[in-house]
């Protein structure tokens, strides 16, 4: 089921999951997303804590501890294997490009 739904990550989704490889709470994937991505992606409140129910819902991730307000939460193994099937995904869309990329210049 989880898998279905999050076959292919948004960027938002891949950061936010890269942020949980860590425990952290949703304030911290804020910064640390604007932080990794020198500000090219920000993520607001809204979208991260519905990204944040919807990741718990998928068993994702969990929740280990709160202090106060801020709830932590870190990678399951199945948000682990998500993010890992993600980063190649996207590596076999560089590989792609580059492959085209060095035909094109071939036919130069």
């Given amino acids: 089921m989880a898998r279905e739904k999050f076959q292919t ?14 425990e952290c709470c949703g ?10 991505t ?12 519905n990204l944040i129910d919807q990741f718990l819902d998928a068993g994702l991730i969990r ?3 709160a202090e106060g307000r801020r709830i932590n939460y870190i990678l399951t193994e199945t948000g682990e294997k998500a993010l890992s099937e ?9 590989e792609d490009y580059e492959n085209v ?4 210049r071939e036919d130069d």
Avoid at 9 to 22: A, G, I, V
Avoid at 27 to 36: G, R, S
Avoid at 86 to 94: A, N, W
């Fill in 9 to 22: 990550l948004t960027e938002q989704m891949f950061y936010t999951l890269l942020c949980f490889r860590n």
């Fill in 27 to 36: 304030v911290d994937v804020m910064e640390k997303t604007k932080e990794i």
């Fill in 38 to 49: 020198q500000g090219r992606v920000s993520i607001g409140p809204g979208t991260l804590y």
């Fill in 63 to 65: 929740k280990v501890g």
């Fill in 86 to 94: 993600e980063y190649e995904r996207l590596k076999k869309q560089i």
């Fill in 101 to 104: 990329f060095a035909l094109s």
